[in-house]
Each structure stands twice: as C-alpha cells, then as structure tokens.
C-alpha cells in the first residue's frame, strides 16, 4: 500500500486546515488507517485513527473537539480535519495504515505496516 499525503500549509493560529491521505490499493479498507506527527526535535506521536468501516475513531486528548478524523472506503483516502489550531500543532504529519485489531485506543508506531511521506503543517501565532 502506499499513502500520498497533502493538504500541509501555513495556518495562523485559530485557523483550520484539512490533510487528505489517499491510498493505493484495494486492500485500503483491510487496515485501520491513523495520523501521526513529529514536531521539531521531538518524538513521532499518535494523532488520531479510524477503523477500517470508518465508524469508530480514537484521538488524543490534546486534540479531541478540534481534530476529526474521517476515511472514505470508496475514494481510498484517509483526512484529517483540523481546526482551531495551536502553534502546538506545528509538525510534519505522517498518515499510516495498520493492519492491527481495532482497540479504541492509541496506535503504537511497530503497529504501523505503512506510512505516507508526510506534510508539514506550520502553525503561527
């Protein structure tokens, strides 16, 4: 499988700003599919994931009531909606599919069987 993510950018702070991570293959719905991101100097983190009929979603605490995370089995494509964005926010973002059983919570990164390129998303105060 492989994941092409877009949609990164600059954003004020406040602003929203949507990622959209379209993927190669028909065995797209086989895999939970997930957002992750990386922030100058720090770790990669878990964002977000959605499972593979798109009907349950997990997202971390920072950005629950901001971030949705939405996929469409059709298109073969995974999207990240943000809004209300911090400058916080600032990372490269990274989509990632996962063929692991759905938890309801985190994704930890040896879970990961693909991942995307990742798009930077810059966030100014």
């Known amino acids: 499988v492989q994941l092409q993510a877009s949609g990164g950018g600059l954003v004020q702070a406040g602003g929203s700003l949507g990622l959209s991570c379209a993927a190669s293959?028909?065995?797209?719905?086989?895999?939970?599919m997930g957002w992750f991101r990386q922030a100058p100097g720090k770790e990669r983190e878990f964002v977000a994931a959605?499972?593979?009929?798109?009907?349950?979603?997990t997202l971390i605490d920072s950005v629950k009531g901001r971030f949705t995370i939405s996929r469409d089995n059709g298109e073969y494509t995974v999207n990240l909606q943000m809004s209300s964005l911090k400058p916080e926010d600032t990372a490269v973002y990274y989509c990632?599919?996962?063929?692991?059983?759905?938890?309801?919570?985190?994704?930890?990164?040896?879970?990961?069987?693909?991942w995307g390129q990742g798009t930077l998303v810059t966030v100014s105060s």
């Open positions: 293959a028909r065995t797209f719905r086989d895999y939970i």
């Open positions: 959605v499972s593979r009929t798109g009907s349950r979603t």
């Open positions: 990632a599919a996962s063929g692991s059983s759905w938890r309801g919570n985190r994704l930890d990164l040896n879970e990961i069987d693909y």
